[in-house]
Structures are given as C-alpha cells and as structure tokens.
C-alpha cells in the first residue's frame, strides 16, 4: 500500500464512508486526522520522532522546562563541563519528586528537603513536575527537577520523543502516513464512523482492523528496530514437525 499525501487521504476517507465535501469538510477532515495520528503516537512510541535538546543548567537553579511539545523524557544526560558535550556525560536517575525531596532533606538536614538550594553539585536524580497547560511553549510544557541543585552551568542533553509535525501540516507526506499509511486510514474511518453516529458494524470493522494493523506496526517499531542480529541473534520461530 503506497503512503498517503494529505490529499489522497481526504479522498479515501470520502469515498470510503460514501460522504461528500458538503458533511466532511476539510475543518472535519483535519480533526479526524489529528485525532487519529495523536491516538497512534499514544500507541506507538516511534523512533522517528526521537529529539535530543542541548542546553545549559543555571547555577544555583534546581529546575529546567521540558521542551515544547514533549510527549515524554527518554533519558537526561548531564556533562562535567560548563562548554562542551563532548565526553562521557552522566545519566541522571529517575526518581518521583518526594525521592529527591527526602534526598535533599537528608544532605542538608533539613526535614523534607526545604533547603534544596543549599545542596549543590553535578545532579544525580531528575523528576517530572508541573502540569502541563497547553504545552505549546516551555512556558507550558511542565519541568524537571534535579538534585543536587548545580553550582555551575553543566551542559546536558534531554532525550525525548516529541509530537510531530501532521499530516495536515506535512501534506507531501509524514512518517506514519508514509509507514503506517493502512492504520491511519483505518483511525481515521473510526473516527469519521463515530461521527456519522454509525453503522455499529463499520465502526467495528475499522476498529478491528487498525489494531490487527497496529500490531503488525509496533512489532516493527518496539522489536525488530530495537534489536540486531549480532546482539540479539536471528528471531527464530519453532517449527513442528513430523517425527520420522
């Protein structure tokens, strides 16, 4: 099945649910498509939208904001100097909020962790906080915490998987409509089904087919893409056979 152009895309989801330009209209069709493809994102964590963000911590600071659009951290890696990347950084540990809070209490002696500042140093431990609003601008995206607090400007990197650019930006082509063209077909006909309010048997049918097809996808995207054969060896699938 060859990928999808936003345009091609429009057409099927016309012709397959039978239903002109008059009822979905492209406002309609734009919400079925960015309903679809934040479901598969949801789904399906890919590589391709795989980020990494270099930047400086503020000295005597204990907070950084998550990027614009961040859908989650994968990692954050810390560096021993104030100029460069370069080298072995330092991975910090995840931790929840309360950890490095009684982590912070500990070194400083100071119940709950309320003189953080006075704990300073190459972080250790990062935790999320802060709810996201919009989430369209560091503003709004949260923030993670570190300790201890830096006592000077490290560089690091936060790794993180972002929300992608859609279709209906993208209209030659994005990477799910290009490798996922069939899933997204079929998200995209659920949602024009839970629209039309029916029939209970198509939206059933599209339903069922975009998960067979998810399966097929994440198989690829959370397994084969994660492995290699000299690390992991050849996937190997037991045959019966016959006794002789």
């Known amino acids: 099945m060859a990928g999808y152009t936003y345009a091609n895309l429009t057409t099927d989801i016309r012709n397959y649910t039978e239903v002109d330009a008059n009822v979905f209209t492209a406002a309609v069709i734009n919400r079925f498509l960015e309903n679809a493809e934040h479901r598969i994102n949801l789904d399906?964590?890919?590589?391709?939208?795989?980020?990494r963000a270099e930047a400086q911590f503020a000295a005597d600071f204990n907070s950084i904001t998550v990027l614009t659009k961040a859908l989650f951290i994968r990692g954050v890696q810390v560096f021993d100097s104030t100029t460069a990347t370069t080298g072995e950084g330092v991975w910090l540990e995840r931790r929840d909020q309360t950890f490095i809070s009684e982590y912070v209490g500990e070194l400083t002696g100071t119940e709950g962790g309320t003189a953080a500042q006075d704990t300073t140093g190459l972080p250790k431990y990062y935790s999320m906080y802060g709810g996201a609003t919009t989430g369209t601008n560091t503003a709004t995206s949260g923030a993670i915490y570190v300790a201890p607090t830096p006592d000077?400007?490290?560089k690091y990197i936060i790794h993180y998987n972002a929300v992608p650019t859609g279709l209906e930006t993208n209209t030659a082509g994005t990477y799910i409509s290009n490798y996922f063209p069939q899933g997204l077909l079929y998200a995209c006909?659920?949602?024009?089904f839970l629209f039309l309010k029916g029939p209970t048997d198509l939206l059933?049918?599209?339903?069922?087919?975009y998960k067979?097809?998810?399966?097929?996808?994440?198989?690829?995207q959370l397994g084969r893409r994660r492995r290699d054969d000299y690390t992991d060896g050849t996937i190997r699938i037991p045959i019966e056979s016959a006794p002789q």
């Open 189 to 192: 006909l659920a949602e024009a």
């Open 212 to 220: 067979t097809e998810l399966q097929k996808f994440a198989a690829m």
């Open 204 to 209: 059933t049918l599209y339903e069922n087919k």
């Open 152 to 154: 000077k400007n490290y």
């Open 44 to 51: 399906c964590p890919m590589d391709s939208d795989r980020v």
